[in-house]
């Protein structure tokens, strides 16, 4: 159990575009959600953490206005880049908590803006 | 602040054992985390360590906590072609924290 999954897993856009990103966890519930940017050969950054029908915290230096997170159900998180511009491509990684310790990490969705 | 620190490559001939480090600065660590990535994949949480162990062992894998150096390690036995990714080291106390990635490279 604890399967997680992104869609889409990757996907290219215009610049000045906005672009959903969903984020599920298929078998549990997930009661916070965690969004990660990760850059070629660095770490995963924390941007968000997102409870179910709350307002998402938003790491220091993350445009909440330009990175919209909505977690609307146990079940479902989105991240949207608004109006996105090339230096936003990235790796974009959810990860999801069901109540203990431990968080379950989505494959990741590719994101590449020209 | 919080800081997790980890060597960026490794290289292993097959059969040897790995032995991957991390040092971590936040003392108020309650977890830490071995993280496996492969190519183009997210992240599949290989094992984890309560802060007030030193040491766990699941099957290939040992995990070593030095808490008064503040010192993690992951050491994988028999090491295979298929243990080839990158290994983040994470601590987490309010948050989780990752490293940079160890690359883990397997020679024949």
């Known amino acids: 159990g604890a399967v997680v999954s992104q869609h889409p897993s990757w996907v290219i856009c215009k610049s000045g575009t906005s672009v959903k990103i969903e984020c599920r966890s298929l078998?549990?519930?997930?009661?916070?959600m965690f969004w990660y940017r990760q850059f070629p050969k660095q770490s995963l950054m924390l941007m968000a953490t997102?409870?179910?029908?709350?307002?998402?915290?938003?790491e220091q230096g993350v445009e909440k206005d330009k990175f919209l997170i909505n977690h609307a159900s146990l079940t479902l998180s989105t991240l949207t880049v608004t109006s996105a511009h090339p230096e936003d491509s990235s790796f974009y990684i959810c990860s999801a908590r069901r109540g203990g310790e431990t968080q379950y990490f989505g494959p990741g969705t590719r994101l590449l803006v020209l | 602040g919080e800081d997790v620190e980890q060597s960026l490559f490794l290289s292993v001939r097959e059969g040897d054992s790995s032995v991957i480090n991390c040092t971590y600065t936040d003392s108020s660590s309650t977890y830490l985390y071995w993280y496996k990535q492969e190519p183009g994949a997210g992240l599949q949480l290989l094992t984890y360590?309560?802060?007030?162990?030193d040491m766990k062992q699941d099957q290939r894998l040992t995990v070593l906590l030095n808490k008064k150096d503040k010192h993690l390690s992951l050491r994988i036995a028999d090491t295979q072609t298929g243990d080839s990714a990158i290994y983040f080291c994470a601590e987490k106390n309010d948050k989780i924290i990752f490293g940079k990635g160890t690359r883990l490279h397997i020679l024949p």
């Open positions: 997102s409870n179910e029908g709350s307002k998402a915290t938003y």
């Open positions: 078998d549990f519930q997930a009661t916070t």
């Open positions: 360590i309560f802060s007030n162990m």
